[in-house]
Structure formats: structure tokens, C-alpha cells
């Protein structure tokens, strides 16, 4: 049901809908999509832990502490990577870091990919947490801001 006020600025012809324009454009759904891209490497650095533990175990000849640390640290790296997301957001602006975060990302998984070294590993996963930390400090603002596209 409609108040009062809405009811007479429709009949007084002061509030007309738009017609025929959408607020949902091709650039603000690219960029939506395109951000929520990190939630994706997000889950999928969350994720990755738990199918490799027992490859870790068998094939690198890995104890539980070490598996333990091999996914505990994508959080260390996260608290660093939110700090360095807030910072960022304003110092470079938002598009500037969700096009950065894929760099941590990339290192990260990259040294994960082509080591059999523990501590590359572990670096790699701290890095991969570094991007987890910015995307997630910076996606949340930048979809709240794309409605001004």
C-alpha cells in the first residue's frame, strides 16, 4: 500500500518512472562479475588444503604439523592482506586493487605449483592468503559502489 505523498506525486505527474533504461548495464554486471571473480579464489585457496593432505603426506613425505601449517597459513597472510586492502582502497582506489590482488594470487600459486621445497610452499600459501585478505577488504565496498556506474 502506498502513502499519501507517493500517491499524490504520481497523480501530480511529479514522479514519472524511467522507461526503456535499465539500471543493470553491460559494465555494471561485468563489474560485479568480475569482482566477485576473487570470492572464487577466495574459496578456492580455502579449499585447496584439504584434497592435497594426503599427497603432502605420502609423496613429500610431510608430518601433521607441517599439513597443519600448510593450511593455517592463507589466514596469517589474510590478516596481512586486509590491512594492506584498506590501505590501498584509499590510497589507489578500489579497481586498482581487485586488478592487484591477482598478483599474491598468482606468485602464490605459482610457487605452490613448481616447488617440492616446504618453506616455498608455505610462502606460497602466505601469499595466496595476502590476496584473500585484500579481495575481501575490497569487494564489498566496490560492489556497494557500482550502482554509480
Wanted: proline share 3%.
Amino acid at each position: 500500500m502506498r502513502s499519501a505523498t507517493a500517491e499524490s506525486a504520481i497523480q501530480s505527474g511529479e514522479y514519472a518512472p524511467r522507461r526503456g533504461s535499465s539500471r543493470l548495464t553491460r559494465t555494471l554486471i561485468c563489474a560485479t562479475l568480475t569482482a566477485c571473480l576473487g570470492a572464487v579464489s577466495f574459496g578456492y585457496v580455502l579449499g585447496y588444503a584439504s584434497p592435497i593432505q594426503k599427497d603432502l603426506k605420502e609423496k613429500l613425505n610431510w608430518n601433521s604439523e607441517q599439513v597443519t601449517w600448510f593450511n593455517s597459513i592463507p589466514t596469517l597472510g589474510a590478516m596481512v592482506g586486509a590491512f594492506i586492502g584498506l590501505y590501498t582502497n584509499d590510497r589507489f582506489g578500489r579497481k586498482f586493487n581487485i586488478i592487484m590482488c591477482s598478483v599474491p594470487f598468482m606468485v602464490g600459486w605459482v610457487m605452490i605449483a613448481g616447488t617440492e621445497v616446504t618453506s616455498l610452499f608455505y610462502i606460497g600459501r602466505f601469499l595466496t592468503g595476502v590476496g584473500m585478505g585484500t579481495i575481501s577488504s575490497t569487494v564489498p565496498v566496490s560492489t556497494e559502489n557500482f550502482e554509480s556506474l
